[in-house]
């Protein structure tokens, strides 16, 4: 659930606030809009190192990482959500080299913010996302903590304003650089930014207001769903800062590999293997079906190997729509290696009744195409 804002800068977890901004600094150089125009990859690496730079350099949020927590804001929440949220011309990252924009303002955080949505990977079998199922399954995340109700204070008292920023959330400083004396804003480091102090953090969550635990959730799995769609939950995700509201959770299903049928959207394939005599004379297959019952698939006298046959609405349920997919069942045709003398007599005999003879097969002798004529085909000769 929770993201690695260290790997993603590419820090070690002792790194100090002036190697996290030096590893920022050297990532942004590379992935910034300015110098990636119309590059959505790079743009979105952008947003992610810089949600991680945010995080680090917050003594509070660092502290929840290092708990094993997630405190990332969601993009757009609240005037907390910094660069993250967002991205402009050079002079933003020029404002991160030297500290903070000229002058500029963002005011405190809300101590309330939205929180994450969390994911979960479940496997199920075949025969489950034929009929559908409901699931029971686990999940790590914040939820409101309940000794203090998301407040992050033991008592009933309200946030003090932090005497150190006077409630602003910022510290300015006038600091010389290479384009001379610049006015730099930073999160005040007495408040992390909110410009307010809880007199008496909640023992239980240290202030946060949420607390990480272990839940069971039943997730509902409709009959037909793919392998790798996720199923949203809502607000069973985490919960925000300060008992912000819950994200959503998303169950991402994934299917074990069947050991008869393999999968194709709606639609199953499932190979026969039909002795020599019977793909001659022609016979009926029993085919297992995912829902428990059989399915009798008729072979045609003279089917060869390699053919197809089609049965409609014996596939896998459609999830948006009614119906079923089809199964196509591919003709295996089993040719005997060890043959006793009463077998290989009644061949002979067939054989010398037939009078047909090993040849090389010619273009356009059959219907079947030739093995040149496809390698041809795939060679695009």
């Known amino acids: ?155 009933k008292d309200k946030p003090v304003t932090c005497n150190h920023c006077h409630g602003s959330g910022e510290i300015q400083e006038m600091q010389r650089s290479l384009l001379g004396q610049v006015m730099t804003a930073r999160p005040c480091p007495q408040c992390q930014g909110f410009g307010e102090i809880i007199k008496d953090p909640c023992n239980h969550c240290g202030g946060d207001g949420r607390v990480k635990k272990r839940r069971d959730l039943t997730v509902n799995i409709p009959a037909g769903i793919g392998n790798g769609m996720r199923i949203r939950m809502a607000s069973q995700g985490e ?34 293997r039909v002795p020599m005599v019977d793909a001659a004379l022609g016979t009926t297959c029993t085919v297992p079906q995912l829902s428990g019952e059989d399915l009798a698939v008729d072979v045609d006298p003279g089917t060869q190997p390699g053919e197809s046959i089609t049965i409609a609405d014996a596939g896998m349920p459609r999830l948006r729509t009614d119906g079923y997919g089809k199964l196509f069942a591919h003709i295996d045709v089993v040719v005997p290696r060890d043959l006793d003398k009463t077998s ?20 356009g002798d059959g219907q079947e195409e030739s093995f040149f004529s496809r390698l041809r085909g795939k060679l695009r000769f």
């Open 239 to 272: 919960v925000g800062h300060g008992g912000g509201p819950a994200g959503d959770l998303y169950v991402e299903v994934h299917t074990t590999p069947h050991e008869v049928f393999e999968r194709d959207a709606d639609d199953l394939h499932v190979t026969l």
């Open 344 to 363: 290989q007599d009644l061949l002979e005999k067939l054989r010398d009744h037939r009078s047909d003879d090993a040849k090389v097969k010619a273009e």
């Open 1 to 155: 659930m929770a993201r690695d804002y260290y790997g993603i800068l590419g820090v070690d977890k002792s790194a100090t606030d002036q190697q996290i901004k030096k590893a920022y600094r050297k990532l942004a150089r590379k992935y910034h809009p300015d110098v990636n125009p119309d590059n959505e990859e790079a743009a979105e690496k952008f947003r992610e190192i810089s949600v991680a730079q945010e995080v680090l350099l917050d003594p509070q949020k660092r502290q929840i990482v290092d708990m094993g927590g997630d405190p990332m804001e969601q993009r757009g929440a609240g005037a907390g959500a910094g660069a993250g949220a967002g991205f402009g011309g050079l002079g933003d990252i020029f404002a991160e080299f030297f500290g903070g924009g000229a002058g500029a303002s963002r005011g405190p955080r809300s101590r309330v913010q939205p929180g994450n949505d969390a994911l979960l990977r479940t496997q199920i079998t075949l025969e489950e996302a034929y009929t559908g199922l409901k699931k029971e399954v686990t999940v790590d995340t914040a939820v409101l903590c309940d000794r203090c109700q998301g407040t992050g204070s033991n008592s």
